[in-house]
């Protein structure tokens, strides 16, 4: 499994790193005693560290029978799962399951099904902690509906968190997407809803770890 910058990170990784240098340069040269400047470039190249590992994009790429499955959107932990009413495109109970992001957690964002995007709608909102049930109707997100080649219309919906304040969608309404692909990314941390028909076989538990394009968590009648 190849891992490379994501793009939403190149920018943040090039600006951090010269705020850093403008910091430790001018500090190791003025300051008489050598062991301030060293703790500094130590803290400094923990944080770069950090957001770099924050903005990892691993190459993934899913295997096996693509017919009629439900695969994670993002690495993190199922916090919900249960029958509700969505009432944003779908209007008619379906199947939530939710899966948390932590700032530890790869924050790309991969198509969970194969099919063609019908509907892509950002909303403005709160920025309450993502694992809250209310996160769902109140906080910043984006809702994609994608229709899958069975006919399934299925919902993702992007959540920004407590500390995530942008949200990132590339899914376009009418283009196809497919399961290898990226459809976004949230900066740090946050949550992800995949709202799915009711009778749908559900293959996760809550408190199940997933990965991104990787992890099988549904499979559709």
């Not at 992007?158 to 990314?185: M, N, P, S, W």
Request: glycine content about 6%; some cysteine; hydrophobic content about 45%.
């Amino acid at each position: 499994m190849k891992i490379k910058i994501h793009r939403e990170g190149l920018n943040i990784l090039l600006a951090l790193f010269f705020i850093l240098l403008a910091i430790n340069i001018p500090a190791y040269i003025f300051i008489e005693c050598k062991a301030i400047p060293i703790v500094f470039i130590s803290i400094s190249a923990i944080m770069y560290l950090l957001v770099a590992n924050f903005f990892r994009s691993p190459r993934r790429h899913f295997k096996g029978s693509q017919e009629n499955v439900v695969v994670a959107s993002v690495d993190g932990k199922v916090v919900a799962l249960e029958e509700v009413y969505e009432d944003e495109y779908l209007h008619t109970n379906a199947i939530q399951l939710s899966i948390f992001m932590s700032v530890f957690n790869v924050h790309a964002n991969w198509v969970p099904v194969n099919g063609k995007v019908l509907y892509v709608k950002h909303h403005s909102g709160r920025f309450r902690a993502a694992y809250l049930p209310k996160s769902s109707t109140e906080n910043e997100r984006s809702a994609i509906v994608i229709r899958t080649e069975s006919g399934a219309e299925i919902l993702m919906r992007q959540i920004a968190g407590a500390i995530a304040r942008r949200i990132v969608t590339y899914a376009k309404q009418d283009e196809e997407v497919h399961l290898d692909e990226h459809i976004g990314f949230i900066k740090f941390g946050s949550r992800v809803d995949i709202y799915l028909p009711i009778g749908t076989e559900i293959l996760v538990k809550l408190g199940d770890k997933t990965i991104g394009g990787i992890t099988t968590v549904a499979r559709l009648k």
